[in-house]
């Protein structure tokens, strides 16, 4: 038997996790390891909020794959997937380059999930690629110079936020400190500049205990954030939103952060999905194929009462460990293990120094909370690159 | 008699320095002075090429008017002119306020000249003030992040630098060195980068000795700079430029830095101009009024050859000490002495390390004529705010 060959599409948690347990397990030659990369870094997506406001660097918040991946083991791709071909164990590249494979490891992420409302797909930013952060992060700062020659477009100084999830509370806690520097950078009259934060459902962070939710909006609007909760969005605009409400509010930046659904690659390859993710087995196979796997984003799986796990972070970098892990086993014959995620609490940022968390019943605010995302983040970082990457990184 | 009131507009070299030498040369009481500014900072116009391309940020470039002016002598008011009538001794702010004079100093600056090249007006960017530079910095800035949003859009990357004149020529120094920078930083490969500068006149840096044209554009052209010389632009569109030589240029950031005229106020006060320039008499009065005074680009005067000086820093600079001092003379019922232009020589910045100058029969070149011009820096910023000033905000 010749050597297997393992295809690794994306470089996110769960993909870059895949291939660095592999690289770990595995001796030479045993696979032909290939990951293919839309770009030649990893990203750390939970970060983004912080470059999208412009508290941090976008170059903080990747790292670039060569240094992570052995590249005797490892073949890297830079190249955008286009179509997955499962019956003919084929992946077909932008370039026009075909890859075959053995063992497909989809980890392919996101997209934006809008609901179907008109007008978000066109005139909305999304957090989800050190790109679309840096396009939000120059377009904030622009609206502050176009305003200074145009003084009479308040509509400039007036920002969206989409959803009051974890991703939009995040990124509102960053604006609410980035926003107060660019009003000085810019000699802008602070009173004039406007945050809304916008959410269908009846409360913010769904899933989050209600002492930790109150905390939260608390911090926020004595950032200047304002809330519009169980508010529907009906149409985003080139000027703006309409509400449901009938409300409208005139801003040039809507951040669109309610949501994300599968890669439609996925979809478009024939696999059964929901709003775009793969309902796995217990061994993260996509169903009908022994040799598909699928992690992170594009992956749907189950709790014990049937409810589908959120897509986070925590749990990709799970999968892709397990998954790792299995795929050597399989490849030297041993029996893989099953998949089952260990919950280790959930932790929201709110700007510089203020947090809040869920630690199993422990809720933690405040500083101990953002504190604890710090040591969490040294962790991740830890756990891909080292105590080099580690101490590199982080901002203490 | 009751104590006479002097009114200067604008805090722009001419006014600024005029301020400055009746504070300096005046008791108190001998008159009450008003000075007149849009904003609470003078801006040293002819550093803006630097925060324009991003090698400086924009309050480098900028001095609270608070820290120059003493307040016990000087009466600060934060207000735009709108229009003047000299008959009734009067100014009128954008405000509604009137303000009345005995004696007033017009130094409200420029606008840019587009000699009627169609779009000009609306499509192309000025490097004329503060708020001006913050945009074109945020806009280059901005187009980077959107390139990589949309990668078939090279025309985001194309930059069109309207004049080989001074200030045109500065500029392309500047971009020069900011737009490797930020291709670095936006991961963008930098042979995709185009800076066009195009001028009508059939030479780059009219009246500057051509062995150092010639050495400015070298330079210019190591650091990837195209020019067009003797190419008039016939129309500026939201799309780019068209050359009268038909061609066309695709680009979203016109900059148009081929020449000023004075201000517009100025001819809409009823005073005969030039190009929006009054053609003073020897002691800077306008023709026709014994007590108004113009000074910078509003002033035009004449060498002994008879042609007209060009709109310099360094002649404002030296009308305003003339005329401060001759008002205070004025009041104390003394003579005013004439202006004479004392040109001290021209020098020229081509980005980091790199210049050109002309001081006398004196030839400049590269890091010589760059220290020459952090000298005169210096000496500038020592003359309106001493020691002080000029060790906080000069570059070495």
């Known amino acids: 038997m010749s050597t297997p060959k393992i295809l690794i599409l994306g470089a996110g948690y769960g993909g870059l996790l895949t291939t660095l347990q592999l690289q770990k397990k595995l001796n030479y030659n045993e696979a032909e390891i290939t990951l293919v990369n839309k770009h030649n870094y990893h990203y750390i997506t939970t970060w983004l909020h912080e470059p999208a406001a412009g508290t941090a660097s976008a170059d903080h918040a990747r790292v670039n794959l060569e240094k992570l991946l052995n590249q005797d083991k490892v073949q890297f791709v830079k190249g955008t997937v286009q179509s997955i071909q499962p019956e003919e164990q084929s ?20 997209e934006p999930e809008t609901f179907g409302i008109e007008g978000l797909k066109e005139h909305a930013f999304s957090i989800r690629s050190i790109n679309a952060v840096r396009h939000i992060r120059e377009h904030i700062e ?8 145009e003084p009479h477009r308040t509509d400039y100084l007036t920002f969206v936020v989409g959803g009051a999830g974890f991703t939009g509370i995040e990124f509102c806690g960053e604006l609410g400190d980035r926003l107060p520097e660019l009003c000085q950078e810019f000699d802008v009259d602070p009173e004039l500049v406007k945050v809304y934060c916008i959410e269908a459902a009846p409360s913010a962070l769904p899933g989050f205990d209600p002492e930790l939710v109150q905390y939260a909006m608390d911090v926020l609007e004595r950032k200047g954030i ?27 930046t809507v951040v669109w952060a309610a949501g994300v659904r599968g890669n439609s690659i996925v979809e478009k390859a024939g696999f059964e999905v929901m709003r775009g993710r793969v309902k796995v087995d217990e061994y993260l ?19 014990e ?4 796990y959120p897509p986070t972070a925590q ?21 893989p293990q099953k998949f ?3 919950l280790q609490g959930t932790l929201a940022s709110l700007g510089k120094g203020e947090g809040i968390g869920q630690v199993g019943s422990k809720k933690l605010f405040g500083s101990t909370a953002a504190m604890m995302k710090k040591a969490s983040d040294l962790r991740y970082l830890y756990k891909i690159g080292g105590v080099g990457l580690a101490l590199k990184k982080v901002k203490l």
Chains 1, 2 share one sequence.
């Not at 040799?291 to 594009?298: E, I, K, Q, Y």
């Open 285 to 303: 196979r996509a169903p009908g194929y022994e040799n598909v796997f699928v992690v992170g984003d594009c992956a749907l799986i189950f709790n």
């Open 226 to 252: 304002e809330f519009k909760i169980g508010t529907p969005i009906k149409q985003c605009t080139p000027d703006g939103v309409l509400l449901a409400t009938g409300e409208e509010i005139k801003s040039k």
């Open 142 to 149: 622009y609206m502050f110079s176009k305003y200074k020659n």
């Open 315 to 335: 749990i990709a970098v799970q999968e892709g460990e397990t998954l790792g892990e299995n795929l050597a086993a399989l490849i030297r014959g041993e029996l």
């Open 340 to 342: 089952v995620p260990h």
């Open 91 to 110: 992946v077909t590249l932008e370039s026009g380059d075909v890859l075959t494979y053995d063992y497909l490891v989809i980890g392919l992420g996101s």
């Open 305 to 308: 009462e049937g409810r589908p």
